[in-house]
């Protein structure tokens, strides 16, 4: 069932539990005019967002994440009922937001704030100072894998920078932007700093031509496209956060265990509906063997269901989209066709549930390698070395993320790998640091949230220099001398000609 199937007259569309098939909600599907009324709505409020600084934006900041902290178990219910996330992988998704709130609202001015910028030997009579201003409006696409902790990730930022907010979730998850909405404005009742658009694709078109200073979005390598097309009308800039094709590399001095628990979780948990899951593994030859038989050990104790069906309690949720069914298929059989092998799991799929299942001898051009399947399952391939891992890593036209299991050399393997982040003995750590950045490069797209470099993703660098006196070398005049530019000749051999 698509979105458009379940428009109704009156310009509504439901949502419907993927487990269950039950409606849990019914939501607008706002128009370009509604759209349009947000974003000057947002422009009026970020005057007054801004004007209250750091110091209380941070408290602001900080209460929200007290109100998430204490309702954590009814913001929870609500995405696993809207996108079927069991409820405890749910608590985790919202846990893992409170420190990102934490970070950006402690750390905005210290990175953003006026600094002093050395000016050089020839311009010492000038002062500089650079510090990064609110953008003004950005507008937020949100997916429906992690509807809080992916959007935060641009929302937590763009605001503790300054920036008011339009937040578009998908069209499967309205509920939970609902929610956080509602939730924030309980925090910063004065003003509309953070609002709520909800609707299909025309409505993420029309936030993109609305005005916006910036667009965050998050979703498919395909639609990072059409949006980027769409905000090239209006020359507003885009952070794409798209797919990946992950990667995890097993070293023969790794521990097999960690890393086959680490490869399922990885790949399977939230169904493999990860940006960031493992979809590749690529072990050392001469521990594959082992690795395989606990890697099977693991993934043939997991079954999936749905928390509220007859399989409540399983621990993988179905998928979410329903079209996504037909891509796990379509890769499950053409690796069945090119001669793959089941080595765990059965990969069964019933209704929006699909069984994990991990295949061994796909071919490397078969689209279970080459595509994003976000899906709950693994293709394990040996390797003669690192060097052979590596550069099948880097082969993939995604380069989002990687994981590195090594006791000896982890590090500088992943300091090979072509990605925007790398973890080593462990999966997933580099989006929960807040301090780092995350995103992409290629097809997995561009810009970043988190840390640093995600509170100026939503800012642009200003500039000032002033003249402090009288420069002694009157160089940028129509009354320079030739006495004066034998001076700067001389000046200039001095520093720069013995280099």
Request: glycine content about 12%.
């Amino acid at each position: 069932m698509t979105l458009q199937d379940t428009l109704a007259p009156a310009g509504t569309f439901e949502v419907r539990n993927p487990g269950t098939g039950d409606v849990v909600g019914t939501y607008s599907v706002h128009t370009a005019e509604d759209v349009a009324a947000a974003v000057e709505r947002a422009r009026l409020a970020a005057d007054w967002w801004q004007g209250l600084g750091y110091d209380e934006r941070r408290r602001r900041l900080d209460r929200f994440r007290g109100v998430l902290a204490r309702r954590i178990n009814q913001l929870a219910g609500v995405i696993s009922e809207e996108m079927g996330k069991p409820h405890g992988d749910a608590y985790l998704e919202v846990a893992l937001v409170l420190d990102h709130l934490a970070w950006a609202g402690r750390n905005a001015e210290k990175v953003l704030g006026k600094r002093r910028a050395p000016a050089g030997l020839l311009n010492a009579h000038l002062g500089a100072t650079v510090e990064y201003q609110a953008l003004g409006v950005v507008g937020v696409i949100g997916p429906w894998n992690y509807p809080v902790f992916t959007p935060m990730g641009s929302i937590v930022y763009a605001l503790a920078a300054g920036n008011t907010i339009v937040f578009k979730p998908s069209e499967f998850t309205p509920g939970v932007g609902a929610w956080l909405v509602d939730a924030f404005a309980q925090v910063v009742p004065e003003q509309p700093v953070l609002q709520l658009v909800t609707g299909d694709g025309s409505t993420g078109a029309a936030l993109c031509r609305a005005g916006v200073d910036k667009i965050a979005f998050t979703g498919s390598t395909a639609t990072a496209k059409r949006v980027m097309a769409t905000c090239a009308e209006t020359l507003t800039p885009v952070v794409a956060e798209c797919g990946g094709k992950d990667a995890l590399l097993v070293d023969e001095d790794a521990d097999l265990r960690a890393a086959a628990e680490a490869a399922a979780w990885g790949g399977i948990a939230n169904a493999g509906q990860s940006c960031i899951g493992v979809e590749r593994i690529y072990v050392h030859a001469k521990v594959h063997d082992e690795f395989a038989r606990i890697l099977g050990e693991v993934v043939g104790g997991l079954r999936a269901g749905s928390d509220a069906g007859s399989d409540a309690g399983a621990p993988v949720g179905p998928i979410t989209m329903p079209g996504q069914v037909e891509i796990i298929r379509r890769h499950l059989d053409d690796a069945i066709a090119g001669g793959a092998q089941l080595l765990a799991g059965t990969g069964e799929i019933t209704g929006q549930t699909v069984q994990p299942a991990v295949l061994v001898g796909v071919p490397d051009d078969c689209s279970a390698v080459t595509e994003e399947t976000f899906g709950p399952t693994l293709v394990l391939r040996a390797v003669q070395d690192m060097d052979e891992a590596v550069a099948l890593t880097n082969a993939s036209r995604y380069h989002l993320g990687a994981s590195v299991f090594s006791r000896s050399n982890g590090t500088a393997i992943a300091d090979r790998i072509r990605s925007g982040m790398v973890a080593v003995n462990s999966v997933f750590s580099f989006a929960v640091v807040p301090s780092v950045p995350f995103g992409g490069v290629g097809d997995s797209g561009f810009g970043r949230i988190h840390g640093e470099d995600g509170l100026r993703e939503f800012c642009y660098a200003h500039t000032v220099v002033r003249q402090r006196f009288r420069p002694p070398l009157p160089l940028m005049s129509f009354g320079r001398t030739p006495q004066v530019e034998d001076r700067l000749a001389k000046i200039v051999a001095l520093v720069h000609g013995g280099k």
